[in-house]
T-cell receptor
Framework: DAGVIQSPRHEVTEMGQEVTLRCKPI?????LFWYRQTMMRGLELLIY????????DSGMPEDRFSAKMPNASFSTLKIQPSEPRDSAVYFC???????????FGQGTRLTVV | GNSVTQMEGPVTLSEEAFLTINCTYT??????LFWYVQYPGEGLQLLLK?????DKGSNKGFEATYRKETTSFHLEKGSVQVSDSAVYFC????????????FGKGTMLLVSP
C-alpha cells in the first residue's frame, strides 16, 4: 500500500478564498483523523471519522471549517473563507481503530496570505 | 478523559550520549502506547509501540516499556546519533469503542557532533 496520500503538498491562497485539502486513507482502515500542526499550538486533532461517520468534531475551530468523508477511500477538509491564522500544516491519518497505531500522510502546508 | 504528558524540550545532547524522554499518561482501561518521530518537513512516523502492561517496544535502538503501575512509557536510547535529531511524540489509543489517538505536545531532540 502507498500509505496515506494527501494533496496538495503545498497550497498558497489569498485570504477569503476557499481551500480544499484531500486525503486518501490506507485501504481497509476504518478510522480517519485530520490534524493541524503549528509552532504555537502544536498538534491539534480537528475531526475524527469512524466508518465514514464523523464521531468527534470538537476540535474544528469554527464554522469556516468543514470535513466530509463520502466513502471509505476519500476525505476532504474545507476552509471557507480562509484566513491568515489558518496557515499551518494539515495532516491526515488513518488507522484500524481502537488500540491501533495511526499512519500519517506527508501533510499539506497551507499558507494564507 | 485521556491525556499524555511528556517532558518539554528541547533536549540537547552530544552524539553517543544516553537519551531519556519521559512520558506519562492518563486513561481508562488498557490503552496501547506509541512513540512517533517527526523529522523536519515530514509527517509523523511510528517509532515503536506497546499494547499491554510490561510490553517493551523497540526499534532503531530506541526502546520503551509499558509501565501500568506508574502510567509511564519513557523513551530511551543508549547512544544517540546526529540523525536522531527530530521531534518525538508520545501517544495513546484507548481500548474503548470509538477511540482517537491522544498525543503529547512533543519533545524536540537536538544532537550535536
Amino acid at each position: 500500500d502507498a500509505g496515506v496520500i494527501q494533496s496538495p503538498r503545498h497550497e498558497v491562497t489569498e485570504m477569503g478564498q476557499e481551500v480544499t485539502l484531500r486525503c486518501k486513507p490506507i485501504s481497509g482502515h476504518n478510522s480517519l483523523f485530520w490534524y493541524r500542526q503549528t509552532m504555537m499550538r502544536g498538534l491539534e486533532l480537528l475531526i475524527y471519522f469512524n466508518n465514514n461517520v464523523p464521531i468527534d468534531d470538537s476540535g474544528m475551530p469554527e464554522d469556516r471549517f468543514s470535513a466530509k468523508m463520502p466513502n471509505a477511500s476519500f476525505s476532504t477538509l474545507k476552509i471557507q473563507p480562509s484566513e491568515p491564522r489558518d496557515s499551518a500544516v494539515y495532516f491526515c491519518a488513518s488507522s484500524l481503530g481502537a488500540k491501533t497505531e495511526a499512519f500519517f500522510g506527508q501533510g499539506t502546508r497551507l499558507t494564507v496570505v | 478523559g485521556n491525556s499524555v504528558t511528556q517532558m518539554e524540550g528541547p533536549v540537547t545532547l552530544s552524539e553517543e550520549a544516553f537519551l531519556t524522554i519521559n512520558c506519562t499518561y492518563t486513561a481508562t482501561g488498557y490503552p496501547s502506547l506509541f512513540w512517533y518521530v517527526q523529522y523536519p518537513g515530514e509527517g509523523l512516523q511510528l517509532l515503536l509501540k506497546a499494547t499491554k502492561a510490561d510490553d517493551k517496544g523497540s526499534n532503531k535502538g530506541f526502546e520503551a516499556t509499558y509501565r501500568k503501575e506508574t502510567t509511564s512509557f519513557h523513551l530511551e536510547k543508549g547512544s544517540v546519533q546526529v540523525s536522531d535529531s527530530a521531534v518525538y511524540f508520545c501517544a495513546l489509543s484507548s481500548d474503548s469503542g470509538y477511540s482517537t489517538l491522544t498525543f503529547g505536545k512533543g519533545t524536540m531532540l537536538l544532537v550535536s557532533p
